[in-house]
């Protein structure tokens, strides 16, 4: 199912197939050969449970999560086993708050995620230190500081340039007998869109027009979710020699390096040449201000920050094409919400929208936080990797190569946190007396205390305190100006509402790119 998305040739899939069967029979051979003194105290019959357990896992990841997260209890340490290692899952903000002051040299997010994505192997041989330390500031402080005090300035452009993308492809797509209901694959036209608002954002308009680099850029997702996950299977020993293979045969993410280094060598030129107080050209993307929040007295090269930038490209794209595609789920499973979000965005306009940040639109503000409060990409938030020995002050122990990480799906279902916990509520975080403004039906009066979209102190989708999501709020408006033309320009509807939408793969859930939504044009 995974190698239907990807777009390889034959003879690739062929091989990238024969490394997953080769990475599960490994790693069997290496858990038993690995386990004997275990199974020496344990029966065989519960190790085998326990191992099929830990690769079930991988196909039913949130279920298993759920099931564990139901028995521990409210607040409750569990553990997960998975195929290369244990999680250590919480779900009390006591030890969330715990997680979050343990210092980068015991939990690392970095290094969680240098295993998630293999970075050695999926992005032109970048290895990441296991802790981040000061040289993550530059990143964190552009999109924090100077990407969100800029949205006001990108987002008209990243707006329109989104809805000439959308109404393209759109009007593109095969059409219904009536003539005028198209059904495209939205799920491609998301990513794409995503894409190319991400491109605007982080490399500015040249390389968001080059359709060789953003084919590439794009290919690169999903060569990275591919890649990682057959070496994260492996034994060490096969890693290394197969990871390089695969880096050589899917080798997108060295056609966006080649494209990307001229482009951050010129800038680096350009920045030495204005310090000598010559004109140069003004940028306003990510690329000049991560150069810029780079260290005074060590500069960084025109690589490194290309090599930040790629990591960037990955994180960004992928979790918020998704988590936008289920919120339009959410819009043509509730369609009673449409008009109240129609009359909001007529209402403000797209100048107001963008002038405040992508701040605006409460009412779709909150059905957003809905839909990812309802169907999170993620079951999990704040992963870290234990670098020493942890402990929780219950005396949870998480010891060194282990994570820890929080129930993130679980705890959005918490009924002493959100009243009917299972019930679809849209406009549940917005203020009564901003939806009684819009519309005065009983049904949408009914809420919890209003809370942000952006917000980090209610749920975990954006993961925890000083580690969360940097660009959170750029997100935020570029999936609210998504659905915000498209909720002004279509009538929407599943095709087939019944049927399955997502898959599950360990922690997360993708859309099917096949699941059919047709979109009318409104007169
Ligand atoms: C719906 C979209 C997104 C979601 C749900 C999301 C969620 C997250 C989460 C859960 C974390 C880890 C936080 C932790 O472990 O405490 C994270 C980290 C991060 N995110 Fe996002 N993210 C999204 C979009 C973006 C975008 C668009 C960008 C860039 C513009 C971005 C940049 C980052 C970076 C750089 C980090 C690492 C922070 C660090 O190392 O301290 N994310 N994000």
């Given at each position: ?21 080769l990475a599960i029979v490994f790693t069997l051979v290496n858990i038993v050969t690995s386990s004997r003194t275990w199974l020496v105290a344990h029966s065989p019959i519960s190790f085998l449970k326990r191992r099929a357990r830990a690769w079930l896992f991988l ?5 298993i999560?759920?099931?564990e997260?139901?028995k ?6 569990f553990h997960i086993d998975v195929p290369e290692n244990r999680y250590v ?143 994260r299977l492996l034994p060490q020993f096969l ?158 122990a998480v010891n060194p190569g282990e994570w ?120």
């Amino acid at each position: 199912m995974l190698l239907n998305t990807f777009s390889t040739g034959g003879e690739t899939e062929g091989f990238v197939l024969s490394c997953l069967s080769l990475a599960i029979v490994f790693t069997l051979v290496n858990i038993v050969t690995s386990s004997r003194t275990w199974l020496v105290a344990h029966s065989p019959i519960s190790f085998l449970k326990r191992r099929a357990r830990a690769w079930l896992f991988l196909f039913q990841g949130p279920k298993i999560i759920e099931e564990e997260f139901n028995k521990a209890g409210p607040g409750k340490p569990f553990h997960i086993d998975v195929p290369e290692n244990r999680y250590v899952v919480v779900s009390s903000w006591k030890h969330i708050k715990e997680i979050d002051s343990a210092p980068d040299h015991v939990l690392s997010l970095q290094a969680a995620a240098k295993q998630l994505l293999q970075p050695k192997h999926t992005m032109s041989s970048f290895n990441w230190m296991d802790k981040r330390g000061a040289e993550g500031i530059p990143l964190i402080r552009t999109l924090r500081v100077m990407l969100t005090n800029h949205l006001p300035e990108v987002l008209p452009q990243i707006r329109r340039s989104m809805s000439a993308l959308m109404d393209n492809e759109i009007d593109s797509a095969p059409k219904l007998e009536d003539g005028k209901t198209m059904t495209p694959k939205l799920y491609h036209i998301i990513i794409k869109a995503i894409a190319h608002s991400n491109a605007l954002a982080f490399f500015g308009e040249d390389l968001a027009k080059n359709g060789k680099f953003m084919k590439a850029a794009m290919t690169f997702i999903e060569q990275t979710l591919l890649i990682a996950e057959i070496l994260r299977l492996l034994p060490q020993f096969l890693s290394e020699p197969i990871g390089k293979f695969l880096s050589n045969k899917l080798n997108s993410s060295s056609v966006i390096f080649d494209t990307l280094l001229p482009v951050a060598a010129e800038r680096v030129d350009e920045y030495a040449r204005a310090k000598l107080g010559q004109k140069v050209p003004e940028h306003k993307d990510c690329m000049q201000w991560i150069m810029e929040s780079a260290p005074r007295n060590s500069p960084w090269t025109a690589e490194r920050i290309v090599y930040e930038l790629i990591a960037l490209w990955f994180g960004s794209v992928h979790i918020t094409s998704t988590t936008v595609c289920f919120a339009i789920h959410d819009l043509c499973l509730h369609p009673e919400y449409v008009e109240p979000l129609r009359k909001e965005i007529e209402a403000t306009g797209w100048e107001t929208f963008e002038k405040s940040g992508g701040k605006c639109f409460p009412l779709l503000d909150s059905f957003m936080k809905e839909s990812a409060r309802i169907t999170p990409v993620e079951s999990v938030s704040t992963r870290r990797m234990a670098l020493e020995p942890f402990k929780l002050s219950d005396g949870t122990a998480v010891n060194p190569g282990e994570w820890i990480v929080t129930a993130a799906r679980g705890m959005a279902m918490d009924s002493s946190v959100f009243s009917k916990p299972t019930d679809f509520q849209g406009f549940r975080f917005a203020d009564p007396a901003v939806v009684a403004k819009i519309d005065s039906r009983p049904s949408f009066s009914a809420g919890d205390k209003s809370s942000d979209f952006t917000s980090i102190s209610d749920w975990q989708l954006w993961g925890t305190g000083r580690c969360a999501c940097p660009g959170r709020f750029y997100a935020t408006a570029v999936m609210k100006a998504m659905l915000g033309l498209l909720i002004a320009k279509y009538d929407m509807q599943l095709t087939d509402p019944g049927a399955a939408r997502y898959f599950a793969w360990r922690t997360f859930i993708y859309p099917f790119p096949g699941t059919k939504i047709s979109l009318t044009a409104r007169e």
